[in-house]
C-alpha cells in the first residue's frame, strides 16, 4: 500500500471526510483491521481565506508547495489537495515535488467520460466556478463545461463559505442549491459536477433528478486505486 499525502484543513469539515473516506475503502479492498496510510497537513483555513479574497494566489501556493515538500519528505508518494479552489495552486505543487499529484480535475473528468455525459454544471465557489483553472482542465478532457449566472454564484458561494465550511447543513440551502440546478438544466446539462469538497455533505444523489457527481468521492477512489494498485 502506497503511503498518501493530503493538504488538508480548506476546510477540515471537508478533509475530515476524505480521511474517512480512504479508510472505509481500504477496509472494503482489503477487510480486518487495514486502513490506509495518510500523512496529513491540515492548514489554518482562516489564514488561507484572506490570501483568497486577495487574490495572493502566488503566495497560498508557495504554502502548499511547501507542505507537499514536507510531506514527500516524511514518506508520502502521492499528493492530494482536499478542495477544488485551491487546485488554483495545483502547478506549483507539482512542480515541487517529485511525486504525482492527483489532480481532481482528471478523475472527475473520467469519470463523468465514463458515464457518457459531456455537457455538464460546474457548481463550486466563486473561484472555481468564475476563474479557469479547474473548467479548462475539465474542457480540455473533451466536457462541455457550464456555470452558473452570477445571482446564482453568488448564492452558492455564499452557502459554502458561511454554512457549510463551518458545518451547518440545512434544508433550506439544499432547496435553494437544487433551484440552482433545475434552472441550468434549461441550458442543456446533462449532469452536474459538485466542484467543492462540501458540497457532497448537502447534496446526494437521490436528492437531484439528473446524475451528481461529487468531485470528494471521485478524488478518493482515484488515490485509492493509486495507492492500492499493485
Request: glycine letters at 8%; charged letters at 20%.
Amino acid at each position: 500500500m502506497k503511503c498518501i499525502g493530503i493538504i488538508g484543513g480548506t476546510s477540515w469539515e471537508s478533509t475530515a471526510h476524505y480521511y474517512a473516506a480512504l479508510n472505509r475503502g481500504v477496509k472494503q479492498r482489503l477487510g480486518g483491521l487495514h486502513s490506509a496510510k495518510v500523512l496529513l497537513w491540515s492548514v489554518d483555513f482562516a489564514e488561507i481565506e484572506v490570501l483568497q479574497q486577495s487574490g495572493e494566489w502566488e503566495h497560498a501556493g508557495e504554502i502548499f508547495a511547501d507542505l507537499a515538500v514536507k510531506l514527500e519528505g516524511a514518506g508520502a508518494q502521492c499528493i492530494l489537495i482536499a478542495a477544488n479552489t485551491m487546485h488554483r495552486v495545483a502547478e506549483q505543487v507539482t512542480s515541487a515535488v517529485s511525486i504525482p499529484l492527483l489532480h481532481v480535475g482528471d478523475a472527475t473528468a473520467s469519470a463523468v467520460l465514463v458515464s457518457g455525459m459531456r455537457t455538464v454544471l460546474l457548481l463550486g465557489t466563486r473561484y472555481t466556478m468564475e476563474q479557469p483553472f479547474l473548467k479548462d482542465r475539465l474542457s480540455a478532457r473533451g466536457l462541455e463545461v457550464v456555470v452558473p449566472n452570477g445571482d446564482d454564484i453568488v448564492t452558492v458561494n455564499r452557502i459554502i463559505y458561511e454554512e457549510l465550511c463551518l458545518g451547518i447543513v440545512t434544508a433550506d440551502s439544499r432547496e435553494e442549491l437544487l433551484h440552482v440546478i433545475r434552472r441550468n438544466k434549461l441550458r442543456g446539462i446533462e449532469g452536474v459536477i459538485l466542484g467543492c469538497t462540501e458540497l457532497g455533505m448537502i447534496l446526494a444523489p437521490q436528492d437531484a433528478d439528473i446524475p451528481l457527481f461529487d468531485t470528494t468521492s471521485i478524488h478518493v477512489q482515484s488515490a485509492l486505486e493509486f495507492s492500492l494498485d499493485d
